[in-house]
């Protein structure tokens, strides 16, 4: 994680977290691969690419939230595996096969494979509607969470104060909706013609 420490400074646009960027560029390539965001090489490339010039340009000077997102992906990956059937090889190098009985014994050999691979298949195999009804959620709170991100970052690089243009982005989309409510509500009192 030192990479992301790697920085160099500019007169246009000052302190840049290059090593952030680089980063940043070969796992969003590989997660938009991954998750299907992509459907060409070259696509999930430029998706990197665009993000990846974002970072570098709008990350912040203090790197600590890197080590925690690559960690945090990795765990949740992991996870995400792990409840498949095909399950992970948790103690790789060493990967223990477990004994003939446990083998034949039909939920055991689900949860601790023939290959050594520890599971607890609650969706199915890999690619499953079950599997997708998982990520879907998860993927969309990330897609919230690099939004959020890009939003807060673009503004703070502007010289606004992101925490109180965002309230009042939250105030207006309230009113908003009270008002289509309102306005809903009395269209559906209103008789109708004729």
Do not use: C
């Not at 939230?65 to 103690?91: E, I, K, Q, R, Y």
């Not at 034949?104 to 509607?129: E, F, Q, Y």
Request: charged share 15%; hydrophobic share 55%.
């Amino acid at each position: 994680m030192g990479a992301g420490q790697v920085t160099i400074t500019t007169e246009r646009l000052g302190e840049l977290a290059l090593g952030a960027g680089v980063l940043s560029l070969l796992l969003v390539a590989f997660a938009a691969r991954a998750l299907g965001l992509a459907r060409r090489r070259l696509d999930a490339w430029a998706l990197a690419l665009a993000l990846a010039a974002f970072v570098t340009v709008a990350a912040p000077t203090e790197w600590d939230w890197l080590p925690v997102a690559v960690g945090l992906g990795a765990a949740v990956h992991v996870a995400g595996d792990m409840l498949t059937g095909s399950g992970v090889p948790l103690l790789w190098p060493w990967e223990p096969r477990p004994p003939r009985w446990w083998r034949r014994t039909p939920v055991l050999n689900d949860v601790w494979t023939a290959g050594g691979n520890l599971a607890l298949p609650l969706l199915g195999t890999t690619g499953s509607w079950r599997e997708r009804l998982l990520v879907a959620p998860l993927t969309a709170y990330a897609a919230y969470g690099v939004g959020a991100a890009v939003v807060g970052g673009s503004l703070t690089a502007l010289g606004y104060d992101a925490d109180r243009v965002l309230e009042r982005v939250w105030e207006a989309a309230g009113a908003l909706v009270t008002t289509a409510t309102v306005v809903g509500a009395v269209t559906l009192r209103a008789p109708l013609p004729g």
